[in-house]
């Protein structure tokens, strides 16, 4: 990596990175290692240096008036001088002399490299905002790519004599959990994703991941992000909050399939008149004409038309041992009222009504709980 040595007159320092992996990596000289170590390096004055292309060498050292920082871009290929480290040239002429070793850290930052970063998030609960007592735990995993773009902008948040790569990805890697939990959080009552789908949303919470974390990181840590993957969502299926969520949801697509049902039964009693009509033009104008065919047509629909359209019944659902049952139509609630399951207290809910009920509340069961006693009273 480079050789130094600290008496007048010996072989000056190469510094230079060789690594083809890194992000931030600190110089060291031969003989030294760079883990755990954040003393000073000796750097002889005239050692020649070498940043390729891509990468820039930031000289970190202390002065009185705190720490001071020069950079060299690459691609350079050269001897340290005033012309290149004017900040350090300035320091070294007052306090060093000639070639005599002044004390910096080195450090290559790669502007080129991609770190990756996986992550995840352990479960927590979210919510559906229409139905708050139900929440279920959901777990996130993914990855995220970043680099160095600006690395002015990044040593101005950062102090690189106190850097640690192991601790950045842990900070990055933390950030990166608090962020996704805002945005799942937040998609169920903002962005209007339900709850029990939000698995197979990946696509929208990836895009919302990445608009909410990519600025944040560039803001906090001064990086910039390429690329998040949310590769999965997992849903606590055998929670308490999700069986009750999905039966309730589950319910509510079912009376919506009934009561579409119900439209397009009439939308057709609808048709069959139209044709009736249609038939009786049609048999009028061949009437005319001469023709049997538009009589026929005519009579044809006269008698669809006449078809009557189905008797509606009434039918509610009820809350039975804290289930919902049903739908139970007139007859078979008057029994449950007989064997003591449905009383004025009882919850029930129809097509219209807003919510449950009392069933003693709802104006169209009152007469299921008034007395049957024919005996009339006593004469005075």
């Keep these: 990596m480079g050789f130094f040595s600290n008496t007048d007159g010996g072989l000056m320092d190469e510094i230079r990175c060789d690594e083809r992996d890194y992000l931030i990596w ?79 850290e080195v450090y290559f930052i790669n502007l080129a490299n991609l770190i990756q970063v996986k992550f995840g998030v352990p479960y927590f609960d979210i919510f559906d905002p229409r139905y708050m007592d139900y929440g279920f735990p959901v777990a996130v995993r993914g990855s995220l790519n970043f680099k160095i773009a600006d690395y002015e902008e990044f040593i101005s948040l950062h102090r690189l004599d ?6 950045f990805q842990a900070q990055i890697r933390d950030a990166v959990v608090r962020y996704v939990k805002q945005v799942v959080n937040n998609a169920t009552e903002k962005d209007g994703i339900p709850a029990t789908q939000i698995e197979r949303r990946l696509e929208e919470i990836n895009e919302l991941v990445v608009s909410k974390v990519a600025p944040a990181l560039h803001d906090d840590f001064g990086v910039t992000v390429t690329r998040i993957d ?41 048709a069959v008149e139209a044709v009736g009509e249609a038939g009786k033009s049609i048999g009028s104008a ?74 003693g509340t709802v104006d169209s069961l009152s007469g299921l709980f008034q007395s049957d006693d024919s005996t009339p009273p006593s004469i005075p």
């Design 230 to 270: 949310i590769s999965a969502i997992e849903i606590d299926r055998n929670s308490d909050g999700y069986k009750k969520l999905q039966a309730i949801t589950q319910n509510k697509a079912n009376v919506f399939t009934q009561a579409a049902g119900n439209i397009l039964h009439s939308a057709g009693s609808g």
């Design 162 to 167: 106190e850097f640690g790569m192991g601790d």
């Design 26 to 104: 600190r110089w060291h000289p031969r003989g030294t290692t760079a883990s755990g170590s954040h003393r000073a390096t000796s750097i002889r004055w005239g050692s020649s240096l070498r940043v390729k292309e891509g990468s820039v060498a930031i000289f970190v050292y202390a002065d009185e008036n705190g720490t001071r920082r020069d950079c060299i871009k690459g691609p350079f290929d050269g001897i340290i001088g005033t012309q290149n480290l004017p900040v350090i040239a300035n320091v070294v002429s007052e306090l060093y002399a000639g070639g005599t070793p002044f004390p910096a």
């Design 286 to 359: 061949a009437a005319t004409l001469g023709g049997a065919v538009g009589g026929f047509l005519g009579g044809l629909g006269r008698r669809k038309a006449q078809t009557p359209p189905p008797i509606p019944v009434m039918q509610f659902y009820v809350v039975i041992d804290g289930e919902q049952a049903g739908p139970f139509d007139m007859k078979t609630l008057r029994g449950l009222v007989s064997d003591g399951t449905l009383d004025e207290g009882t919850l029930v809910w129809k097509e219209g009504m807003t919510d449950w009920e009392e069933a």
